[in-house]
């Protein structure tokens, strides 16, 4: 059973924007550690953003300065404001969700695509 959907995938040209959102009726976003994981074709699986339960967030250093994860504890969802997209961007994005961010992921989005063309 999926316990998060993501939302917001589609196709920008180099330099354009998208903002994923992942919601749940299951998972109380504000107390795990949420995440954005991307797969890019043919390459593994690969963390992007994390939000921990404190509100710290790190990204990878391939998005700094260009990708914002953030939540809305009201509406039980999870963002990814993504700036300045680039083709290498292009990739099925995931969220996931685990108890703290130093723990396995426990659950997972069945992803959505973004693709980026130059």
Same mark, same amino acid.
């Given at each position: %059973?999926? =316990? !998060?959907?993501?939302?917001?995938?589609?196709?920008? %040209?180099?330099?354009?924007?998208?903002?994923?959102?992942?919601? #749940? #009726?299951?998972?109380?976003?504000?107390?795990?550690? /949420? #995440?954005?994981?991307? %797969?890019?074709?043919?390459?593994?699986?690969?963390?992007? +953003?994390?939000?921990?339960?404190?509100? *710290?967030?790190? @990204? +990878?250093?391939?998005?700094?300065?260009?990708?914002?994860?953030?939540?809305?504890?009201?509406?039980?969802? !999870? @963002?990814? =404001? /993504?700036?300045? !997209?680039?083709?290498?961007?292009?990739?099925? @994005?995931?969220? +996931?969700?685990?108890?703290?961010?130093?723990?396995?992921?426990? #659950?997972?989005? %069945?992803?959505? =695509?973004? *693709?980026?063309?130059?």
């Amino acid at each position: %059973q999926v =316990q !998060l959907a993501e939302s917001g995938g589609g196709s920008v %040209q180099a330099g354009g924007s998208l903002r994923l959102s992942c919601g #749940s #009726s299951t998972i109380v976003i504000s107390r795990n550690c /949420m #995440s954005w994981f991307r %797969q890019p074709p043919g390459k593994e699986r690969e963390g992007v +953003a994390h939000i921990g339960r404190d509100g *710290t967030t790190t @990204y +990878a250093d391939s998005v700094k300065g260009r990708f914002t994860i953030s939540q809305d504890n009201a509406r039980n969802t !999870l @963002y990814l =404001q /993504m700036n300045s !997209l680039k083709p290498e961007d292009s990739a099925i @994005y995931y969220c +996931a969700a685990r108890g703290w961010c130093r723990d396995p992921v426990t #659950s997972w989005g %069945q992803g959505t =695509q973004v *693709t980026v063309s130059s």
